[in-house]
């Protein structure tokens, strides 16, 4: 079946730091959804990527299609971006809306 | 504004016990989905639907039932509980046929412990 899969598992900043955060995909995809939960929280949209490079904020989302990559950079990271991200790919068919999610990234910014 | 609701928030279950979990969106989307997440799996999807009286297998569905009797309302029935199914599960609603390719939107998960 389809596969994502997230690096690092787990990485820790100090605030003011760059984050890169990858994402694999083992099929082609119509699109890459990065998300983010808080420690026993419910997920957030960040950015909806299928292709190409997206900003929003200190976010930027690139997508590789063709080499079933994706990435998420974090410019000046704040402590209050500490938490899990997850990135999850789409398939848009006959199939709907399906997301196939990652291991995710836990993400630790320290003062 | 959008919502999905999800309750109990917090559930203890005995083995072999018959558990049912409740979700409630306000967004009229078609597509609603149950996932649930433990250590080191991210979200795995367990039942979605297309709208009300659709169910269909997401990608591990075994000792899960789905209920959809509107398009507002998304159950996941255990019926028979086991300790395996000790998880958070979280249910989302729209999607990619929902509202221009925006992502689905989340409910706030609810933790279960079977016993």
């Known amino acids: 079946g389809q596969q994502v899969q997230q690096s690092p598992a787990s990485l820790v900043l100090q605030e003011g730091e760059n984050a890169e955060l990858q994402c694999n995909f083992s099929?082609?995809?119509?699109?890459l959804q990065w998300f983010y939960q808080r420690p026993g929280g419910s997920l957030v949209s960040l950015l909806s990527?299928?292709?190409g490079t997206k900003h929003t904020g200190r976010l930027t989302s690139t997508t590789v299609t063709k080499e079933r990559r994706g990435s998420l950079h974090i410019s000046s990271s704040q402590i209050t971006d500490s938490g899990t991200y997850l990135c999850?790919?789409?398939?848009?068919?006959?199939?709907?809306?399906?997301?196939?999610f990652g291991g995710g990234t836990r993400l630790t910014v320290r003062p | 504004e959008a919502a999905v609701t999800q309750s109990p928030r917090n559930k203890v279950a005995v083995t072999g016990g018959k558990v049912t979990l409740s979700c409630n969106q306000t967004n009229n989307h078609n597509n609603m989905y149950w996932y649930r997440q433990d250590t080191g799996h991210g979200l795995r999807l367990i039942h979605y639907s297309y709208g009300a009286g659709s169910t269909e297998k997401g990608d591990i569905p075994d000792g899960y039932k789905a209920s959809r009797p509107s398009q507002e309302n998304f159950s996941l029935i255990l019926e028979l509980a086991t300790p395996s199914q000790t998880s958070v599960y979280f249910c989302a609603s729209g999607g990619i046929q929902d509202y221009n390719n925006q992502a689905p939107l989340f409910g706030e998960g609810t933790r279960l412990s079977v016993l």
């Open positions: 999850a790919m789409g398939m848009n068919n006959n199939a709907g809306a399906k997301l196939t």
């Open positions: 099929s082609t995809a119509t699109r």
């Open positions: 990527n299928p292709s």
